[in-house]
């Protein structure tokens, strides 16, 4: 992206990662979301230490200033930020509030599906959220709970709510006032649903 006096870059350079391990964390657990738009295309990865044995993170960083001094014929001091520097310059913490939002993160995304499953004290649930521009559009609890009153409740307070937690808590504390009998069992419901949805 270019803007009038700068220009911003992003990507991965791995130079010497276990490979396994990437592989481990980039295959996602069916449980967790699944996007409904274009699935991204697989490419094999490499170590640049594969290709160049002796290089180090000092000879990437020089030869990529390098690089970009020359494509655009310029030369500027290098700063390393941290979170606390960061958060000194308005317009980067401007940035990384937006890009941290719930709005953001959620907001404005395409349609998406979240599976989560749990045993719990009320019996094993099998949740299945459908959530569009972060509203909750539908969802289907499978479950062998023996209070499918409890189930309907449930499923009828969540649904049109934001997919997050302060919604969540809000539609639980609706059902545990109805039910106050098994407010024990749904506290562990609505705890174990925010830590999902909030991760």
């Not at 449980?31 to 991204?40: I, N, V």
């Not at 002796?54 to 030369?75: C, L, P, R, W």
């Not at 995304?109 to 972060?134: A, I, N, P, Q, R």
């Not at 409890?150 to 307070?157: C, N, Q």
Request: aromatic letters at 10%; a negative charge; proline letters at 3%.
């Amino acid at each position: 992206m270019k803007k009038k006096d700068r220009a911003f870059h992003h990507g991965t350079l791995l130079l010497n990662t276990d490979l396994t391990r990437l592989g481990n964390y980039l295959t996602p657990n069916p449980k967790k979301l699944q996007a409904k738009g274009k699935e991204s295309v697989r490419a094999r990865v490499a170590n640049l230490t594969e290709v160049s044995p002796g290089i180090n993170h000092d000879q990437i960083v020089t030869t990529m200033v390098k690089s970009f001094e020359n494509f655009y014929a310029g030369k500027a001091e290098v700063e390393s930020l941290t979170m606390e520097s960061l958060k000194l310059i308005p317009e980067l913490k401007e940035q990384y509030d937006l890009l941290s939002s719930w709005e953001w993160l959620y907001g404005n995304t395409l349609e998406f599906s979240h599976k989560m499953d749990e045993y719990l004290s009320l019996g094993f649930f099998d949740f299945h959220f459908k959530v569009e521009d972060g509203q909750i559009k539908d969802l289907k609890i499978y479950t062998d709970c023996l209070y499918p009153h409890v189930i309907e409740d449930l499923t009828e307070s969540l649904r049109g709510k934001a997919y997050r937690g302060d919604a969540v808590r809000e539609a639980l504390m609706s059902v545990r006032g109805k039910h106050t009998e098994l407010n024990l069992g749904l506290s562990e419901v609505e705890e174990w649903l925010c830590k999902n949805i909030e991760i």
